[in-house]
């Protein structure tokens, strides 16, 4: 999801659980990356030199499998990259899944993201929305301006079946709305492809569009109104 909104295949990806540190994403002139450890005081630097990727460079830290139970003491990651999104004052926050296999992945997204000024909770088809995942939006839709509800995967899905899986989400999370919210219909990695191929077709048909044009939406007329609850 990340990697479309930047239009870069950045951060890494797996089947399995696989952030395991926060990783801040903002603005700036070339792509780049710092990583803070609970006991140094200084942090390590990557740019990108055409020779090493960003992804392995971060994989060695941010992931489950480099990094296991956060062995090396690492406290965040900041990505720097020139995206358009990011130089409207965005700062994405990869986060830890709710409801991982992990349960320590599951406490960092815990920690984090009610500090966050809206979130964009992701979940797939199969399997479809856990009772976890359902009490931690109980948890944190007081302290949490906004949240931007995404369904992917919907290209393995039939018609039906995508029409099934977007409305079992919608009762789902109806029980904290008066009306049921809206949830965006998505494939992240069809878009990817189109942003990557600069297929603007291909990314609207994506569903990513309408998530970047609510996002800059939000930060663009929302957050003066509701501003970040800390």
């Known amino acids: 999801l ?3 909104l930047l239009g870069d295949d950045l951060l890494p990806t797996d089947i399995l659980p696989v952030t395991a540190i926060p990783t801040f994403i903002k603005a700036g002139n070339e792509v780049g990356a710092s990583v803070y450890f609970l006991n140094r005081d200084k942090p390590k630097h ?3 030199d055409g020779e ?3 992804s392995s460079f971060l994989s060695e830290y941010v992931t489950e499998a480099g990094n296991p139970q956060n062995q090396f003491l690492v406290s965040r ?3 720097s990259h020139p995206a358009s999104l990011l130089k409207q004052g965005v700062v994405l926050v990869d986060t830890p899944g709710v409801g991982s296999t992990l349960k320590h992945n599951t406490e960092v997204a815990h920690q984090i993201l ?3 000024d809206a979130a964009l909770f992701l979940v797939s088809p199969d399997p479809p929305i856990t009772e976890m995942e359902l009490e931690y939006l109980g948890q944190i839709k007081q302290s949490l301006p906004r949240t931007f509800y995404l369904l992917n995967k919907v290209d393995f899905l039939e018609p039906q079946e995508q029409k099934s899986s977007l ?3 919608s009762e789902q999370l109806s ?5 049921a919210p809206q949830v965006m219909p998505i494939s992240a990695r069809k878009g990817l492809q189109a942003r990557l191929a600069g297929d603007e077709d291909g990314w609207r048909k994506s569903g990513m569009q309408l998530v970047e044009r609510n996002l800059i939406d939000f930060f663009a007329q929302e957050k003066c109104r509701t501003g970040p609850k800390r």
């Not at 029980?175 to 009306?179: H, S």
């Open 2 to 4: 990340l990697n479309a």
């Open 46 to 48: 990557f740019v990108a």
């Open 52 to 54: 090493n990727s960003l």
């Open 77 to 79: 990651v900041e990505i």
């Open 114 to 116: 009610p500090e966050r």
């Open 167 to 169: 409305l079992f989400l």
């Open 175 to 179: 029980r904290f709305y008066d009306a």
